[in-house]
C-alpha cells in the first residue's frame, strides 16, 4: 500500500513535469489544438500498470494541477473532457484485447481531440468549428502513434516494475 | 511490438472519417466566399463583406480586421492568443475561435443580389 502510494506520486509528478515540457515547446501550427500530449505518455504507461480507478484519478489529477499552474479554468475543463473520453476509449480498447499498443494509443490521441472539440461546440453554442474535426483526427493520429512508440519502449524497460 | 489488423482498421477509419469530412466541407465550400459572420457566445454579433475593409470591435475584447479579403483576428485581450496567431481566414468555412471570449468568426457564402447590375 505504501508503495502504491510513492508510485502514484511520481505518476503525478512525471505528468506535471510532461505539462510544463509540452508547454515549452513553442510550435504552432496556425491551428489551435495541435499538440504533441506528452502527458498522455504517463496516462497510457498507468493504464498499463496501474487498475483502471487509480488511472482515471491520475488522469483528473494531472488535468486540474496542470491546468491551475500552466492554464486556466477554460483549460482545465477541455482537458478534462478530451482526457477522460480519451481513457475511456481506451480502457474499452484494451479490454477488447483486439489493439495493440500503437492502436490504443492513437485512439486516445484522437479522442483526445474529439472531446476537446465537442465541448468546444457545446460552450460556443456553433457547430461551425466542426470544421477543425479532420485535422484534429489526423493530428491525433500522428501524436498518438509517436507517444504509442514511446511507450513501447518505456514499458520495455518498466517491466519489472510492479504496482 | 506489432500493429494488430484491428490497429489498422483503426487507422484506415480515422483517415477516410477525416477525407469525408475535408470533402463536405469543399463540398459546401470552395464557391465564391463572401460574407464574414461573427458570433458572440452563441448569439450574433454582426455580418461584414469580404469584399469591404473592416476594422470591427467585438465587444472590446477583440479587433478584427478584414483586409484584402481576408479576415484576420488582429487583437485579443485573451492570454493564450491562438485567435490572433490563426493564419487569416477567407475560405468558405473556415473559421477563427476565441475560446475565451467565446468569439466566432466564419466565413460563408456570399449570398447572391437578386440584380445582376445596377445603372442609374
Redesign the interface.
Known amino acids: 500500500m505504501k508503495t502504491r502510494v510513492a508510485y502514484f506520486g511520481v505518476f503525478t509528478a512525471l505528468a506535471l513535469i510532461f505539462s510544463y515540457v509540452e508547454s515549452l515547446i513553442p510550435i504552432?501550427f496556425?491551428?489551435?489544438g495541435i499538440k504533441l500530449g506528452l502527458a498522455n505518455l504517463i496516462i497510457v504507461i498507468a493504464l498499463y500498470k496501474m487498475n483502471i480507478k487509480e488511472a482515471y484519478v491520475l488522469s483528473v489529477v494531472r488535468v486540474v494541477l496542470a491546468g491551475f499552474i500552466f492554464g486556466?479554468l477554460?483549460s482545465i475543463v477541455?482537458s478534462l473532457a478530451g482526457g477522460l473520453l480519451s481513457l475511456t476509449v481506451m480502457t474499452l480498447l484494451k479490454k477488447?484485447n483486439?489493439?495493440?499498443?500503437?492502436?490504443i494509443s492513437?485512439?486516445g490521441g484522437?479522442f483526445h481531440n474529439v472531446g476537446q472539440l465537442i465541448v468546444?461546440m457545446v460552450?460556443?453554442?456553433?457547430l461551425?468549428?466542426?470544421?477543425?474535426?479532420?485535422?484534429l483526427?489526423?493530428s491525433?493520429?500522428i501524436t498518438g502513434f509517436v507517444i504509442?512508440i514511446v511507450a513501447?519502449e518505456m514499458l520495455k524497460r518498466l517491466q519489472n516494475l510492479r504496482i | 511490438?506489432?500493429?494488430?489488423?484491428?490497429?489498422l482498421i483503426?487507422?484506415l477509419v480515422?483517415?477516410a472519417?477525416?477525407?469525408g469530412?475535408?470533402l463536405i466541407?469543399r463540398g459546401f465550400g470552395a464557391k465564391e466566399a463572401g460574407t464574414v459572420i461573427v458570433?458572440v457566445?452563441?448569439e450574433a454579433f454582426g455580418e461584414y463583406s469580404l469584399d469591404e475593409n473592416h476594422e470591427i470591435l467585438i465587444n472590446d475584447t477583440n479587433v478584427l480586421i478584414i483586409e484584402n479579403g481576408q479576415a484576420n483576428m488582429y487583437e485579443a485581450n485573451c492570454?493564450d492568443q491562438?485567435?490572433v496567431?490563426?493564419?487569416p481566414i477567407s475560405k468558405n468555412?473556415?473559421?477563427i475561435?476565441c475560446?475565451?471570449n467565446?468569439v466566432?468568426v466564419?466565413i460563408t457564402e456570399a449570398e447572391k443580389s437578386e440584380l445582376d447590375a445596377v445603372i442609374d
Open positions: 504552432n496556425g491551428i489551435p486556466n477554460f477541455y477488447s483486439k489493439f495493440s499498443l500503437f492502436g492513437m485512439a484522437v468546444a460552450v460556443l453554442e456553433s461551425n468549428i466542426a470544421y477543425y474535426m479532420p485535422v483526427l489526423i491525433g493520429l504509442g513501447g | 511490438m506489432k500493429l494488430k489488423k484491428m490497429d483503426l487507422i480515422v483517415v472519417l477525416a477525407i469530412g475535408m466541407y458570433e457566445d452563441g492570454p491562438i485567435c496567431k490563426h493564419k468555412g473556415e473559421t475561435v475560446l475565451p467565446k466566432v466564419t
